[in-house]
T-cell receptor
């Protein structure tokens, strides 16, 4: 299967710990996005990369959140000093960059974070 | 600021009935894009359609059809002859400007949970 892959699928952690999620996009896609989804809500945009450049990060929820895409392939989302309010599903998506496909995102199954 | 409202939290119909999911949006952009995504119980969001603000032509794809009306800022989605496999949460989304969902991301509504009963 060559879809978007996210790991781990589930993460349970204690408040104050750091967590990292990994996303492997579809190989030919040069855009990669992170979204957060809480129960009963639609996905909320966090950040986006085109190749290895992080072109939008102002929507990251706080300075505890950071994302990288070091070689323009996989990406990581790190949350430092987790809080209970960080409990959510973290979604990764990828897409092609050209205008005719803009917004046509391919999502992974998500990484569910539970902060105790 | 952009906003998408899906007033119907949950809809339940019997199989083979037609059902319409409402979507109302707000934006100050003159160029924007509208989308529908499906989130089945497995959880993975699936792209259904993209429509740009200059194209008000309705679209039909099999049992699915979309009605875009700029005058009422609505982009409604109709499923004809619904099937149990259509059961899912459906999200309407909006992106502004020329990025088409790139730099500014997509603004999603809260979703409508559609239940198709056999």
């Amino acid at each position: 299967d060559t879809g978007v892959s996210q790991n781990p699928r589930h993460k349970i952690t204690k408040r104050g710990q750091n967590v990292t999620f990994r996303c492997d996009p579809i190989s030919e896609h040069n855009r990669l996005y992170w979204y957060r989804q809480t129960l009963g809500q639609g996905p909320e945009f966090l950040t986006y990369f085109q190749n290895e450049a992080q072109l939008e990060k102002s929507r990251l929820l706080s300075d505890r959140f950071s994302a990288e895409r070091p070689k323009g392939s996989f990406s990581t989302l790190e949350i430092q000093r987790t809080e209970q309010g960080d409990s959510a599903m973290y979604l990764c998506a990828s897409s092609l960059a050209f205008r005719g496909k803009s917004g046509e995102l391919f999502f992974g199954e998500g990484s569910r974070l539970t902060v105790l | 600021a952009q906003k998408v409202t899906q007033a119907q939290t949950e809809i339940s119909v019997v199989e083979k009935e037609d059902v319409t999911l409402d979507c109302v949006y707000e934006t100050r952009d003159t160029t924007y894009y509208l989308f529908w995504y499906k989130q089945p119980p497995s959880g993975e969001l699936v792209f259904l359609i993209r429509r740009n603000s200059f194209d008000e032509q309705n679209e039909i794809s099999g049992r699915y059809s979309w009605n875009f009306q700029k005058s009422t800022s609505s982009f409604n989605f109709t499923i004809t002859a619904s099937q149990v496999v259509d059961s899912a949460v459906y999200f309407c989304a909006l992106s502004g400007g020329y990025s088409g969902g790139g730099a500014d991301g997509l603004t999603f509504g809260k979703g409508t949970h559609l239940i198709i009963q056999p």
